[in-house]
């Protein structure tokens, strides 16, 4: 007769449910779009949901998958407020776009 050992505590459990979403469409539209070194935090994050589920690792799973979201959430603020300072700085005239001093002489 055999007998099977009883699941150990801590150790990996089988998933119950469908695995969290890992917000990686968010993260790649993050880093292309608005900030790119928040963007691949998140990326990074996204990439370990699926990896950590198939362990029966549900807690970290769920873990990364809410700190991908975090970066890009994150990514998104930092790319908006960088643009809007771009356009103020740009509409103030402190910067300029392209333009080389022209002055005329007579």
């Given at each position: ?13 089988s998933p119950q449910g469908p695995p969290p979403s890992?917000?990686?469409v968010w993260g790649i539209l993050t880093t292309i ?74």
């Open positions: 007769m055999t007998e099977s050992a009883p699941p150990y505590p801590g150790g990996p459990q890992n917000n990686l779009l608005c900030c790119l070194p928040f963007g691949i935090v998140s990326i990074v994050q996204a990439a370990k949901v699926n990896g950590l589920w198939a362990q029966g690792q549900t807690a970290a799973a769920q873990e990364a998958a809410d700190s991908a979201k975090k970066w890009a959430i994150i990514a998104a603020v930092v790319g908006v407020i960088v643009i809007v300072l771009y356009v103020i700085l740009l509409v103030a005239g402190v910067m300029t776009l392209g333009t080389v001093g022209s002055t005329t002489s007579s």
